[in-house]
T-cell receptor, first 111, second 110 residues
């Protein structure tokens, strides 16, 4: 299947710092999604992107759909301890098909 | 409120046993999915289903089968559990682009 490369694999940051992570693919997608998994829980959708070049915010989170349709970025501003978790990107071609998930970025925030 | 439940949070089985993992959603979603999650490997799709009695292989179906007799229930079956199937198993249902995940079942095969 398609491969998504997500980086970095893990991040250790101080509370208050900004965070950036990205996802690249060898294939194009027409939808990019970002999920967060809290410890002991299933992933939850944070942001969905539908158009190349689109920039979408959800509180302190901002995500972008790359112009080439082969990448996406997620930024978290002014991190707080509850941002801890695993962040997954996912790409898909249609709203009826399956999603391909990245390997995840594990975020640790030190108070 | 959207809810996906999985039958067990933790399960310990022996090699060779037949294992059933159950998933139920209360949102009347047509699409349901089974993933396994391993450190550094992300979420890998095992099987998915578009409707009752319909199933499609995902990226890693070997050693697994599924059953969808009712819309709300999607079962993952390990016909003969092996130690390399020790993992976290996540079920999800989907509406439009969003997948709703259950809390996961951590399966250990001894």
């Amino acid at each position: 299947g398609q491969q998504l490369n997500q980086s970095p694999q893990s991040m250790f940051i101080q509370e208050g710092e900004d965070v950036s992570m990205n996802c690249t693919s060898s294939s194009i997608f027409n939808t990019w999604l970002w999920y967060k998994q809290d410890p002991g829980e299933g992933p939850v959708l944070l942001i969905a992107l539908y158009k190349a070049g689109e920039l979408t915010s959800n509180g302190r989170l901002t995500a972008q759909f790359g112009i080439t349709r082969k990448d996406s970025f997620l930024n978290i501003s002014a991190s707080i301890p509850s941002d801890v978790g695993i962040y997954f990107c996912a790409g898909q071609f249609t709203n009826a098909g399956k999603s391909t998930f990245g390997d995840g970025t594990t975020l640790t925030v030190k108070p | 409120d959207v809810k996906v439940t999985q039958s067990s949070r933790y399960l310990v089985k022996r090699t060779g046993e037949k294992v059933f993992l159950e998933c139920v959603q209360d949102m009347d979603h047509e699409n349901m999915f089974w993933y396994r999650q391993d450190p550094g490997l992300g979420l890998r799709l095992i099987y998915f289903s578009y409707d009752v009695k319909m199933k499609e292989k995902g990226d890693i179906p070997e050693g697994y089968s599924v059953s969808r007799e009712k819309k709300e229930r999607f079962s993952l079956i390990l016909e003969s559990a092996s130690t390399n199937q020790t993992s976290m198993y996540l079920c999800a249902s989907r509406i439009r682009d969003e997948q709703f995940f259950g809390p996961g079942t951590r399966l250990t095969v001894l």
